[in-house]
T-cell receptor
Framework: NAGVTQTPKFRILKIGQSMTLQCAQD?????MYWYRQDPGMGLKLIYY???????DKGEVPNGYNVSRSTTEDFPLRLELAAPSQTSVYFC???????????FGPGTRLTVT | AQSVSQHNHHVILSEAASLELGCNYS??????LFWYVQYPGQHLQLLLK??????LVKGIKGFEAEFIKSKFSFNLRKPSVQWSDTAEYFC????????????FGRGTSLIVHP
């Protein structure tokens, strides 16, 4: 199993550009999450999904959109990038079998 | 909604020193508790978790944590740290029985000098 994969690993965007951060999992987990991590601020939940076709906002959803058309994929869309979106983004899943989250390797995004 | 406080933001220790990282949460009901570790440049990995039973939980790499319900605390301990324990440590809390949407603390950066 590859676990949770994220692409790209790094990206530099100009203000106003758009991009999609990809997240895929091969563990058949229902729950998936997007977090952003800023220095000294811990993890902030952006969006989450409890299954295909179901998504909901987290703590900091403004400026982002998600979709969950399949169990495996949970892409995060930035429509009009702003410097405040410079961060490291982590995708994660949860398994009820082991009661823990599995995290992807992260995407480091810089908006200039 | 629950919240999580990690009071130590930065901790610097020498190898073989003992470690205790504080974690307090605010929620009056039953919770599930977690400690995650993030090594430099890597993603978060689970260290240990508490759901029920013995409040003293043992995790990987010699770490343990004690759940003290009366103090709303779940402190992480290790009797003798190693240079390889240099990492960021996150405490997380989830309301038991609900949707699995954990709340994370701000994290504690641990540096261990050889």
């Amino acid at each position: 199993n590859a676990g949770v994969t994220q692409t790209p690993k790094f990206r530099i965007l100009k203000i106003g550009q758009s991009m999609t951060l990809q997240c895929a999992q091969d563990m058949n987990h229902n729950y998936m999450y997007w977090y952003r991590q800023d220095p000294g601020m811990g993890l902030k939940l952006i969006y989450y999904s409890v299954g295909a076709g179901i998504t909901d906002k987290g703590e900091v959803p403004n400026g982002y959109n998600v979709s969950r058309s399949t169990t495996e994929d949970f892409p995060l869309r930035l429509e009009l990038a702003a410097p405040s979106q410079t961060s490291v983004y982590f995708c994660a899943t949860w398994t009820s079998g082991r009661n823990e989250q599995y995290f992807g390797p992260g995407t480091r995004l810089t908006v200039t | 909604a629950q919240s999580v406080s990690q009071h130590n933001h930065h901790v610097i220790l020498s190898e073989a020193a003992s470690l205790e990282l504080g974690c307090n949460y605010s929620y009056g009901g039953t919770v599930n508790l977690f400690w995650y570790v993030q090594y430099p440049g890597q993603h978060l990995q689970l260290l240990l978790k508490y759901f029920s039973g013995d409040p003293l939980v043992k995790g990987i790499k010699g770490f343990e944590a004690e759940f003290i319900k009366s103090k709303f605390s779940f402190n992480l301990r290790k009797p003798s740290v190693q240079w390889s324990d240099t990492a960021e440590y996150f405490c997380a809390v989830n309301v038991a029985g609900g949707s699995y949407i954990p709340t994370f603390g701000r994290g504690t950066s641990l540096i261990v000098h050889p």
